[in-house]
């Protein structure tokens, strides 16, 4: 969804035919893969009412080949009927789940972001994850998306740079790197490392999530101020870049009908959305839990009704 999110604002204002045009020649830059296990994924392949897709980002960092990855970043991103807003639902990487078994795995309860991992990692633990959410959540996904961050902190440089607002002074337990309070300008590298963070904020979790959330909006704020049209050769790169970081599972629909269908979502049109849970210690060990079972959150998101639930739970609702 960020790196569709990216190429309409690139892309604006171009002519249907178009966008469906250079749409059909970046298609050929991103990895198509299954991503969403068979009972994760909807029975339908166009793009009527309602969508849901899921968002999955590797914690994998540079020189690490092994599969024993764990999902660092989960977000359901819900689009209602007429696409003019999306609510991106951050799912907590500590949250405790059943997962079902996979390669290998006899299943069990584990924290959420173990899914990947016990899958195997890539195409397979991201079937895995699927399923996991599906099981907990009866939520059916319209697709999915693979981000690689090391090839966003790419597309993150190319653009210049992205604005964050740093509400809370960090060390990165990282890089050791200091983020003072106040908006400040940073690199693709400064950026990852910084809504990567968790330990001393205020929030933990939560802040990491809702930096996360931050990022994708910023990210589009600065794509739509590069101004790129103008600058075909930049505008190949960014567009390269973006392809390049994701794989992809459409289920079934033409990624150039998923960009025309999404023209006319704002950036200003998304939302952020917590989870109603809390963390909670379970034989010494951190987990996040539901509370009263998400407050009708996942009933929300498999109907219509998430713009009437974003209004009336204002506390787990953030304009991005």
């Known amino acids: 969804m960020l790196g569709i999110g990216l190429a309409l604002v690139l892309l604006a204002g171009l002519a249907a035919v178009g966008l469906k045009t250079l749409s059909h020649r970046y298609d050929r830059t991103v990895t198509k893969e299954q991503l969403l296990d068979a009972d994760a994924r909807t029975d339908r392949t166009d793009l009527d009412g309602p969508l849901n897709y899921l968002l999955v980002g590797s914690d994998r960092r540079p020189g690490d080949t092994g599969p024993d990855q764990r999902s660092d970043t989960i977000l359901i991103v819900h689009v209602p009927a007429g696409q003019r807003e999306a609510y991106l639902v951050s799912i907590p990487r500590d949250l405790l789940v059943a997962i079902p078994p996979a390669n290998g795995f006899a299943g069990g309860p584990d924290k959420i972001n173990a899914a990947y991992e016990h899958g195997g990692g890539g195409q397979a633990g991201a079937q895995l994850l699927s399923a996991t959410l599906h099981r907990l959540t009866g939520i059916r996904f319209d697709g999915a998306a693979l981000i690689d961050f090391s090839g966003f902190r790419k597309v993150i440089d190319l653009l210049g740079g992205v604005q964050m607002c740093v509400d809370t002074e960090v060390r990165s337990i990282h890089t050791n790197r200091v983020f003072p309070t106040g ?78 269908a999404l023209r006319a979502l704002p950036p200003d049109g998304m939302r952020g959305v917590q989870l109603p849970s809390s963390p909670q210690t379970i034989n010494e060990v951190s987990y996040v839990v539901l509370e009263n079972g998400g407050d009708g959150l996942f009933e929300a998101v498999r109907g219509t009704r998430v713009p009437a639930w974003a209004q009336a739970n204002p506390h787990w609702v953030t304009r991005l």
């Open 183 to 260: 908006c400040q300008r940073m690199d693709g590298a400064q950026a990852l490392d910084y809504v990567r963070q968790r330990y001393d904020l205020p929030g933990g979790d939560y802040d990491r999530q809702h930096h996360q959330q931050q990022l994708l909006r910023a990210m589009l704020d600065s794509a739509g101020k590069a101004d790129l049209r103008s600058n075909p050769v930049k505008l190949d790169q960014v567009l390269r870049a973006v392809g390049g970081s994701l794989t992809v599972d459409t289920n079934g629909v033409p990624l150039e009908d998923l960009l025309l």
